[in-house]
């Protein structure tokens, strides 16, 4: 059989689809103040002690994304009208909801990221949906409008994606393997649409790799653009993903490389900046399961 390149038509003849996704986790993030049996790993210094002790000073390095971060963020997406997808951990809006004001204000997406941001991979089936329907709950609080779209922990279950088409989703983010939506039909009993999420991209890798500057960042993020940008060029649209967290580029030393990016994209015509809830409607309506 031969290789066939990833393609998508986009609407208007788009070249490409750029998906910014803004993920908000603080407020939620592990510590035995919520119950957790430990502190919070992912950590700017990557300090972690597996003692059950609380760990504050990481908590502030989270709490940097609310108080100075968030601002920086929704600046710029307003300044180069940028349509995002904000995925949101409800129980950091229930406990920040100046974030969802923002969110509601810009008229973006909410896409659930969990109730709280903790691994539910260990989750029996029971608990994952007590989980995912809370986070509903919440969000459709702290925002006004249900979330439709899911992205995980990084891990999910076998049961994930029937639970979400029970709670009513209609895409799921849990997939690294392409640039373009597909139909998971094997999962679930129904199809369920998956809308692929790069993690090359992701600013976290300047927490995970603190080597990786923001220029090494902004040149990748733009060398990826490019390319993507030149297959749609020659006839195979696809997407693009840009991982964003608040507490990470919402930096001083590191917004101007966001900045940057989005001063790239907006040279370039045929460019559909939109949520992963729009590409997911556009794909379904144009490839029915």
Known sequence: MPLVEERMDLPGGAKLALS?????????????????????????????????????????????????????IVKLLKRYDIMASW?????????????????????????????RW???????????????RKAVTSIEQTCGVRPYGWLSRYLLTDNTRRLLQEEGFTYHMDDYSGDVPFWDRETTGTPMCIVPYQLDNN?????????????????????????????GEE??????SLGLHLRIIGRPGR????????????????????TRKAIADHFMAENPA
């Open 235 to 240: 006839g195979n649209p696809k997407m693009m």
């Open 87 to 115: 995925t949101v951990a409800a129980l950091s809006l229930e406990n920040h909801p100046e974030i969802a004001e923002a969110i509601v204000e810009l008229d973006h997406e909410p896409v659930s990221h969990g109730w």
């Open 20 to 72: 910014v996704v803004v993920n908000v986790e603080e407020g939620s993030e592990m510590t035995i103040a919520r119950g957790d049996r430990g502190m919070e790993p992912v950590d700017e210094l990557g300090v972690f002690v597996k003692s059950k002790i609380r760990n504050y000073s990481n908590e502030s390095n989270y709490l940097y994304g609310i108080k100075a971060g968030a601002a920086r």
């Open 255 to 274: 917004i101007w490389a966001l900045e940057e990016f989005f001063k790239h994209v907006r040279m370039h015509d045929g460019v559909w900046v939109t």
């Open 118 to 132: 903790v691994h539910q991979f260990k989750m029996d089936e029971d608990q994952e949906r007590e989980f995912i």
């Open 203 to 231: 600013d976290m890798k300047m927490w995970t790799d603190p080597a990786l500057t923001p220029h090494q960042w902004l040149d990748y993020a733009k060398a990826n653009f490019d390319q993507a940008y030149r297959e």
